[in-house]
């Protein structure tokens, strides 16, 4: 449900609580395009993460955040942020190493 390259990135971004319109996630993620952006979206919301809001104005309004499930990841993905950040220096430099030696 969570994996691929941006949904790590997205959910991130929606954590803080707040309803995102899809072109501050845009302008939060360069790097992503718009149809990956879209498509991941409606992955997650398929998959009950993520809520998507209609607002019936004119020009269309879409909001998204998370599900209370969705949020419910949070603490899980915390904990994941605190693992990366224990790496120890030396097995850094290890795997660093043997990524910039030929095989």
Known sequence: MIEGRW????LFHLFDGEL?????????IPQ???????????QMESDGIVRRIVHDEVPPKVEYGLTPWGH??????????????????DEA???DSRAESPS
């Not at 995102?20 to 939060?28: T, V």
């Not at 992503?32 to 409606?42: A, G, P, Y």
């Open 7 to 10: 949904k790590l990135t997205i």
């Open 20 to 28: 995102w319109r899809f072109s501050d996630l845009e302008r939060a």
């Open 32 to 42: 992503i395009s718009q149809k990956m952006l879209t498509q991941q979206l409606r």
């Open 72 to 89: 419910s990841l949070c603490p899980a993905l915390d904990e994941l942020l605190k693992w990366v950040a224990a790496r120890p220096e």
């Open 93 to 95: 430099a290890t795997t």
